[in-house]
């Protein structure tokens, strides 16, 4: 058992024997990854040949984390199953620093375990949008192409001898509590509390290609493409944020279902200045997919800076009892500096972060603060902007 998961047995046994007996409390749950994997080869399932699995997480609020290590299982029957080879490709365009290796084989009962874990270093902290799928990395299997009816991803954080888990950059376990550790289609939790997703029901989602949101006059004009389009894609639904967080929807758009797999969507959304006199500058897009049996997928946020002048800042809620959340958008990479003053005009609190190109998210604490007006001075290397933001008890 790893150490990461060792001294949290007794705790995990006690928090699941309470969630059984507390039906709806899971939704209360600290934000926390789940995982699940495909092959990406095949149009539909179940796939009838196999020789990649792709490994992939999604957060169920936003997250922003460093982390330290990372765990993955999937299972097969011993007994029917010919010997196989691994090859392991990392994705460090979402993760940097991502060093996926496997563990070791465990068996237990009928089936073996097959692990990998990221344990050599931590991937630096950025932000995970809830509900974006990342790709985390690829298996490539060699002379058994017939595995893909029986490997099943597993996790069981009751014995914790195979688990799918993260661990951030202090060290601290991503829990779950008793919510669902995986997820796509064919998903279960057995009695004795593991988690399991069949790759044979896993059907291959529509996958984006490319999001853009650009300005042109006072429209924005909205264009994506994807790939693995099929007769189960329902729709796609185009939301929008004036903070970055908190996103609405605010159109759909129905799949062309003219028989190809890969197409290109535009959609215009006209008199932004209309939308201007709600927000601060900058306006965020996101688009959903979502197929006929409620599966979906999100892209990341691409923002449009209404006023075209510095980097976009926002903040909310306002007034504000405890976080002060703050979104920070970049045209490039930059130091960024985040000060507090009250009234009177002393500084009460600084954070400096390395800010990356695009959306940038900062919780401020003001939980102990008196009540009253305050000022957030955030500086983009040069560039300085100010918040005015009101404190209640």
Do not use: C
Request: net charge neutral.
């Amino acid at each position: 058992m790893n150490n990461f998961f060792k001294n949290t047995h007794m705790k995990r046994i006690l928090l699941i024997a309470v969630f059984s007996l507390q039906a709806g409390l899971a939704a209360l749950a600290q934000p926390y990854f789940q995982a699940t994997f495909e092959n990406p080869a095949n149009p539909a399932p179940p796939p009838t040949t196999l020789n990649q699995l792709v490994f992939k997480i999604k957060p169920t609020a936003d997250i922003t984390t460093a982390i330290a290590y990372m765990e993955f299982a999937f299972r097969y029957p011993t007994a029917t199953t010919p010997p196989f080879g691994v090859t392991i490709s990392s994705n460090t365009t979402n993760f940097p620093t991502l060093n996926i290796q496997r563990l070791d084989d465990y068996v237990e009962g009928a089936y073996t375990y097959v692990k990998f874990v990221h344990n050599t270093g931590v991937i630096p902290s950025a932000t995970y949008p809830a509900g974006v799928e990342r790709e985390v990395f690829t298996i490539t299997l060699t002379g058994n192409p017939g595995i893909a009816q029986i490997v099943e991803l597993v996790s069981d954080l009751v014995m914790q001898n195979y688990v799918f888990g993260v661990v951030d950059g202090a060290g601290n376990f991503i829990d779950p509590g008793a919510g669902p550790q995986l997820y796509g289609n064919g998903f279960a939790v057995d009695g004795s509390g593991i988690n399991t997703v069949p790759l044979a029901s896993v059907p291959v989602p529509v996958k984006f290609l490319g999001f853009s949101a650009t300005k042109k006059g006072l429209d924005a004009v909205l264009t994506w493409a994807v790939e693995n389009e099929s007769s189960v894609t329902d729709r796609y639904e185009v939301m929008r944020s004036l903070n970055g967080r908190d996103f609405t929807k605010v159109a759909t758009v129905a799949p062309k279902n003219n028989g190809l797999t890969s197409n290109t969507y535009e959609l215009t959304e006209v008199n932004l200045a209309a939308t201007l006199r709600m927000s601060t500058g900058v306006v965020y897009y996101r688009i959903k997919q979502i197929d006929k049996d409620g599966a979906s997928a999100i892209t990341e946020s691409r923002s449009i800076r209404l006023d075209g002048k510095g980097f976009g800042v926002n903040v909310y809620p306002n007034p504000v009892k405890s976080l002060a959340k703050l979104t920070i958008d970049l045209d490039q990479a930059t130091d960024v500096m985040i000060t507090v003053t009250n009234a009177s005009g002393q500084q009460i609190k600084t954070m400096q972060l390395q800010g990356l190109k695009g959306t940038n998210f900062q919780d401020v604490d003001m939980a102990r603060l008196a009540g009253g007006n305050y000022i957030i001075k955030v500086q983009a290397g040069t560039e300085i902007k100010t918040l005015p933001v009101s404190k209640v008890n």
